[in-house]
T-cell receptor
Framework: AQTVTQSQPEMSVQEAETVTLSCTYD???????LFWYKQPPSRQMILVIR??????QNATENRFSVNFQKAAKSFSLKISDSQLGDTAMYFC???????????FGAGTRLTVKP | GAVVSQHPSRVICKSGTSVKIECRSL??????MFWYRQFPKQSLMLMAT?????????EQGVEKDKFLINHASLTLSTLTVTSAHPEDSSFYIC??????????????FGPGTRLTVL
């Protein structure tokens, strides 16, 4: 079965500081993609970052980076220099093997404090 | 970038009526679109997969006669909630993939539709 687990329901960070959100997953596939999506109060799902499992190099998008540990099936998101606009729900996700729909974790609610 | 729109953004209806939600890919063609449902403070749950020119595939527990899906063209999928009841009140989100833009299974999401059934 393909599952995604986010064990941190809520987190908070001070503005300008760094925070790491955890995600573990389970799949029997060898080649796959992993995603982090952000859902701000507007509820629009926004793609934050994407990692290809066959690439050893961790993906980076400006202040957002991942720590991808394939053997451990771990995919954490690091947000550097946190900004108030980063306040949102963050979902870890990956496409299901046979259908390509996104399978989401339970989400982590991040609050950036001024 | 890839833009997916949904209409309406909010709808309030009386119990027993039907509501249609449209999902459009604005600048790309999508042979497959997905419909998700999200309850307050919860994650997204897949309801069904919408395939252009063929019948939709529904997840276990989702009533296909209640949630009618029509994928009439490569840019439009519609979800109709028939005989809506208060328990159908939820946030409905569609998505589509655009491999030519981002590659590999990346999904782009519509802004969602908040349905309230009185």
């Amino acid at each position: 079965a393909q599952t995604v687990t986010q064990s941190q329901p809520e987190m908070s960070v001070q503005e300008a500081e760094t925070v790491t959100l955890s995600c573990t997953y389970d799949t029997s596939e060898n080649n796959y993609y992993l995603f982090w999506y952000k859902q701000p109060p507007s509820r629009q799902m926004i793609l934050v970052i994407r990692q290809e499992a066959y690439k050893q190099q961790n993906a980076t998008e400006n202040r957002f980076s991942v720590n991808f540990q394939k053997a451990a099936k771990s995919f954490s998101l690091k947000i550097s220099d946190s900004q108030l606009g980063d306040t949102a729900m963050y979902f870890c996700a990956f496409p299901s093997y046979n259908n390509n729909d996104m399978r989401f974790g339970a989400g982590t609610r991040l609050t950036v404090k001024p | 970038g890839a833009v997916v729109s949904q209409h309406p953004s909010r709808v309030i209806c009386k119990s027993g009526t039907s509501v249609k939600i449209e999902c459009r890919s604005l600048d790309f063609q999508a042979t497959t679109m997905f419909w998700y449902r999200q309850f307050p403070k919860q994650s997204l749950m897949l309801m069904a997969t919408s395939n252009e020119g063929s019948k939709a595939t529904y997840e276990q527990g989702v009533e296909k006669d209640k949630f009618l899906i029509n994928h009439a063209s490569l840019t439009l999928s519609t979800l109709t909630v028939t005989s809506a009841h208060p328990e159908d009140s939820s946030f409905y989100i569609c998505s589509a993939s655009y491999p030519a833009l981002a590659g590999g299974d990346t999904q782009y999401f519509g802004p969602g539709t908040r349905l309230t059934v009185l």
